[in-house]
């Protein structure tokens, strides 16, 4: 087996209410290869979207591990995480999360001003992005003059604009129509297949999980099932806690 | 690179409401600063700019003003043979023994002020050279005739040419008006020393001032007439005298920075509430931005750029508003009491470019107190809490 591209291990994450502790992920171990499109499944206060947080360094694990290739993101400071996310992190949100006042073409821009390039290399890089999701004559728009699936196609600009490492997705097609949510989702599936781009996304959808090469269900902080679009799938608790190197086993 | 300033600019064009109420908050906080401090700056300028380097202004030893001082008639010819005092063409010492006089005039706009009336001699004139007659005529010793400065005869009853001013059984004839340029005579009236002298049957001067060759000769007589015990006088460069005296713009100074100050104290909060607004509704552009990988100083430095920009906006505005209302509003002179002489002194608001910087350096930090807390809790929020999105 090659080395995963993430390696989530022994992760715990709790929070705490008042005086309450509420454990979200409970020693959850799960390895993700270069190139997947895997889907996140589970009720709401499964820990799905916990889980992808930590893979994107926004959130820190109350113990265990996130290595992302070789770099243990959990164990970074707060501007090393900043800084690392602006290289290998492209993140789509349920919501978009454009800035309002500014237009498509700035918002594509905005990661790249945290890279060393210049001001026509980025126009360059803005354009190939929006190129790639359709809406090279949308530059000037500002996400007010946009429809929703096309607010979503900008924020996937801004996401892939960078060439990061890896794409999380928090509910892509969440806010979406159906018909602009399957073209996101097409779209998404062409950036793994063609541009090779990892993705890992939290979805409620099982049209949009479909999408996904793997899918896995999380049930109160612990990985349940995982499924192989091949047809393959394991599930169960292997020891009652957590499920550990899924993707490894499943191979 | 940090967050573009145009996220910052564009988002205020956005909210232009709460823009506009907050920048009108810290404008007129501005502007009323730069009034009161114009209004000293005015009546700072009056003493700051009176009075020539190279003369000297001879006193009874230990008087804080002309007011309370007394040089007798035999100290007089004593003053004037001193070396190094300047010669006229004809070759009498440039000197003018003075009598100084508190009139209790009635003002045009009702209630009365003390007036100073100053008894020069022939070389009074020639000793301030920014004096200029600007209508009518000298007076004539020994015919109770005036001359009154253009802000006296401003602000005062029976001060214009032609009038006769009146005081207690005293007539005096305005025969002409002069300037002086903003200086401390601009605040008196003139007539001939020895008149006064009559007429107000005084004994002595209020003082002799003289002017020296030069900056040597203008310590010599000053040393010369702090040791020699016969004369108990002393002598001060006129400039120095008159620097004392502005003392009196002192708390016309602090009141304007002690109302500044709170009004600030009110316009931070302003734009604290304002910035803590703009905040809470862009938590969640904040988090995105975290997330994009721009850093907690970035974030707390793009805030702060905007609530500076807020500031700066309301301190250029307030700016203007102080130009206008010094220039149109204040524009006339005004007066207020010397408090060393106890007599009116004439003054014009003054607002200088220094003013104006220190309306923006004011602005700034209006900005800077009402920014950081609100940049800090957008910098610090958690993004996960900041999103919305806890598991």
Known sequence: MNNPLIRVEKIVKKYHRGAEELTVLNGLNLNIED?????????????????????????????????????????????????????HIGFIFQTYNLIPVLTAYENVELPLLLTPLGGAERRKHVEIALYIVGLADRMSHYPSQLSGGQEQRVAIARAIVTDPTLLIADEPTGDLD???????????????????????????????AARARRLVRLEKGILIEENHMDGHSSSGLTDGINVSGISAKSE | MGIPVKYNIRNLIVRKITTGLTVLGIALVVAVFLCVMSLAEGLARVFKSSGSVRNIIVLRQNSQSEVQSGVTRDQVPL????????????????????????????????????????????????????????????????????????????????????????????????VGIFDAGGTAPDSEIWTEVDGALNDFKRLAYSSVLLRTTDSVARDQIIKALAIDPRLAL?????????????????????????????????????????????????????????????????????????????????????????????????????????????????????????????????????????????????AFTKITLALRQVG
């Open chain 1, 35 to 87: 190139g997947e499109f895997i889907a996140l499944m589970g009720p709401s206060g499964s820990g799905k979207t916990t889980l992808l947080n930590l893979i994107a360094g926004i959130d820190r694990p109350t113990s265990g591990h996130v290595f992302v290739r070789t770099d243990d993101i959990s164990s970074m400071s707060e501007s090393g995480l900043a800084e690392w996310r602006s290289r």
């Open chain 2, 234 to 378: 002393e002598g001060k460069s006129e400039r120095a005298y008159y620097e004392e005296q502005t003392s009196t713009a002192e708390p016309i100074k602090f009141l304007g920075f002690f109302i500044g100050v709170i009004m600030a104290i009110g316009a931070s909060f302003g734009a604290m509430n304002t910035m803590y607004a703009t905040v809470s509704a862009r938590t969640q552009e904040i988090a995105t931005l975290r997330v994009l990988g721009f850093s907690r100083p970035a974030i707390l430095a793009s805030f702060i750029v905007e609530a500076l920009c807020l500031a700066l906006l309301g301190g250029l505005l307030g700016c203007l508003l102080g130009i206008l209302a010094v220039n149109l509003a204040l524009s006339g002179i005004t007066g207020t009491t010397n408090f060393t002489t106890f007599s009116e002194v004439v003054f014009a608001f003054r607002l200088t470019p220094k003013l104006l910087l220190m309306g923006i350096v004011f602005s700034i930090f209006t900005g800077l107190i009402g920014g950081i807390l609100p940049a800090s809790q957008a």
């Open chain 1, 178 to 208: 159906a018909k602009s949510a399957e073209e996101v989702l097409v779209l998404l599936e062409r950036l793994n297949i063609e541009f090779k781009k990892t993705i890992v996304m939290v979805t409620h959808d099982p049209k949009a």
């Open chain 2, 79 to 174: 003053i004037m043979t001193l070396p190094g005092i300047e010669r006229d063409t004809d070759g009498s010492p440039l000197a003018s023994p003075e009598l100084v006089v508190g009139l209790n005039l009635e003002k045009i706009e009702g209630g009365t002020s003390n007036v100073t009336l100053r008894g020069i001699s022939e070389k009074g004139s020639l000793l301030r050279p920014q004096f200029r007659l600007i209508e009518g005529r000298m007076f004539s010793p020994g015919l109770s005739e005036v001359i009154v400065s253009s802000g006296i005869s401003k602000r005062f009853k029976n001060c214009g040419l032609g009038d006769i001013i009146r005081f207690g059984s005293y007539l005096w004839n305005v």
